[in-house]
């Protein structure tokens, strides 16, 4: 049986490049999207007033982030949510910056754990 020789990627192998990315993926700190200080101060300002105090709902039919209702997406699945609006949610392009959505983001997945 002859032995299947691997391709060479700038003079390493394939296995070798694997093996060194996958220790980099693994050994990486885990990455929050944003502040959920920041996040906190933004929802308490401008989202508390429909999704209430910690997330719980106030009014029917709206998001109960305590209940983790609306957060099982990707965040920039929710970016786009928040920045479009939808319903009776008002669309915060122009009023939130990116990177504050994602502080709020990050705030709202913290408060479901």
Do not use: W
Not at 70 to 84: E, N, Q, S, T
């Amino acid at each position: 049986m002859k032995s299947i020789r691997l391709l060479n990627v700038g003079g390493r192998s394939l296995r070798g490049v694997l093996l060194l990315s996958a220790t980099m993926l693994f050994a990486a700190p885990a990455v929050m999207a944003g502040d959920p200080i920041k996040g906190g101060k933004i929802y308490n300002q401008q989202c508390k007033q429909c999704h209430g105090s910690r997330g719980k709902s106030t009014f029917p039919g709206v998001a109960d982030f305590s209940r983790g209702e609306g957060l099982m997406m990707a965040d920039h699945a929710l970016l786009k949510k928040i920045r479009d609006g939808r319903g009776m949610m008002p669309a915060f392009r122009g009023m939130l910056k990116d990177d504050e959505i994602f502080d709020v983001i990050t705030y709202l997945r913290k408060l479901h754990r």
